[in-house]
Structures are given as C-alpha cells and as structure tokens.
C-alpha cells in the first residue's frame, strides 16, 4: 500500500524516503503525471534549494530542474561560487501539474494549488529534518510560501537570511510568526538547528523577463549571499 513521510518505513534516510514518495497518492496528481519527482543531491550538502514542482522535462526524467529552469539555475550557482557537491535541489510539490490545450499535446504548467502544496509538504519535511542544512534556498514564491505561508511575498525580502522555523510548522502562518520572532531576538543564527532560509526568484523567471540580463544577476547576487552564509 501507498505510504506517507509519517510512516516508519520511510524515515530512516533519503533512499527510503525516496522509494515511499514514489507511490505517494496523498494527492491527485500523480494521476496524470510521469512519476513522482523526489529531490537529489549531496546528501551532506550544506544547501537545500526549493523550487515550485517538476516541469516536463523533469516529469520524463523523474530528477528535479534538469530542463531550461535547471540549465539557468547551474549557471547561477557556478557563478554565485555554491559548489554542486554543497547542493540538494528539491522542489515543493513532487508531481507535475499540467494541463493540455483541446487536442493539443503540449503539457502546459499549472501552478499547485494550496491543498496540493499541503499534502506534498511532508516530503519537503522530511528532507529537511534529514539534511539539515545550513541554508533552505526558496526558489520563488510557491517554495516561499510552503516554507514560511500564505503571507509570505518573496518581492519583499529577497536576498535576507530569515532564521529557519523548524519543519514542523512550515508552511503555517507559526513559521513566519517563529521567523519574526527569530529575527526580533536579533540572533543571526537563531532558528532551527542554526539554519536559515533566504528567498529568491525563480530561476523561470529569468527564462521569462524581458531583462534577463538584470534578473539574471539579481538571482546570482541573491546565491552570493548564500556562499557568504556557507563561509
Ligand atoms: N521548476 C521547478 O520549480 N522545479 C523543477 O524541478 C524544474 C523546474
């Protein structure tokens, strides 16, 4: 039977985790897509990045941001100086979300909705309390708003080190509330286990700006901050 992150089997450690998320019907839309598309990287790296969900290239290949997001997301990294082997990428929601024009046989993206970012947000739980990294990069304004709820704006902190709240209450209006309170202690490190969270665009929307060149190197200045926090 289909099992969930709360479920024994799969918290020992990410292969486990990777094998119960395969059959994850915790929500509809493994229905229609590929498989599910669980998160990967160096299992001691000191960064976790969090994007939106698969795309369809990641879909077919069942590994997160291997498609033109995943292609500007390498670029900036190398360019920020975050070592591939200091990165885990995942993503907030594991299956692809899709939908089809009449008769068309292009798969357009559909942004999860709430519940779906709801049910998939365990998996994301249980990667983190696994990693614990030292940074949890949000890709966007989905990964920001599974990290730290509805009322985040990724426009409004960009590029600050927010002290993580523990995993446990992610994606509550607690974790912008424990975040707050983090900062308001004026301890840089505070937060769960040290970590600490920074928000950023979506590689995608760098595809999409009409100023590449601009939100371009806001996305590396961003990961800049990162490799400063990584020493
Ligand atoms: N966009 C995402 O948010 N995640 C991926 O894995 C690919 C594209």
């Known amino acids: 039977a289909p099992f969930l992150p709360d479920d024994p089997r799969s918290r020992a450690d990410l292969g486990a985790l990777r094998e119960a998320a395969a059959g994850c019907r915790g929500c509809p839309l493994y229905e229609n897509a590929t498989q599910t598309v669980f998160g990967e990287g160096a299992a001691h790296g000191r960064v976790v990045l969090v994007g939106e969900q698969p795309g369809d290239q990641e879909d077919r290949q069942g590994r997160p941001f291997v498609g033109p997001a995943g292609r500007m997301l390498d670029r900036a990294l190398e360019e920020a100086g975050i070592e591939r ?13 899709f939908k089809r ?10 942004s999860p909705n709430v519940s779906e970012m709801r049910a998939c947000r365990p998996w994301l739980v249980a990667e983190l309390r696994v990693l614990e990294p030292d940074v949890v990069v949000a890709l966007g304004a989905t990964a920001g708003k599974a990290l730290l709820g509805s009322t985040f704006r990724v426009t409004k902190r960009r590029g600050e080190l927010i002290p993580m709240p523990d995993p446990d209450v992610l994606g509550t209006p607690a974790a912008a509330r424990a975040a707050e309170a983090a900062e308001r202690a004026g301890d840089g490190d505070a937060g769960w286990n040290g970590t600490r969270l920074l928000a950023t665009i979506h590689p995608s929307a760098v595809l999409r700006a009409e100023d590449r060149e601009a939100m371009y190197a806001g996305l590396v200045e961003d990961l800049k901050v990162v490799a400063m926090a990584l020493g």
């Open 85 to 97: 082997g200091d990165v885990y990428v995942t993503n907030a929601v594991k299956h692809f979300k």
């Open 101 to 110: 024009m009449a008769g068309g046989k292009r798969r357009i993206h559909e």
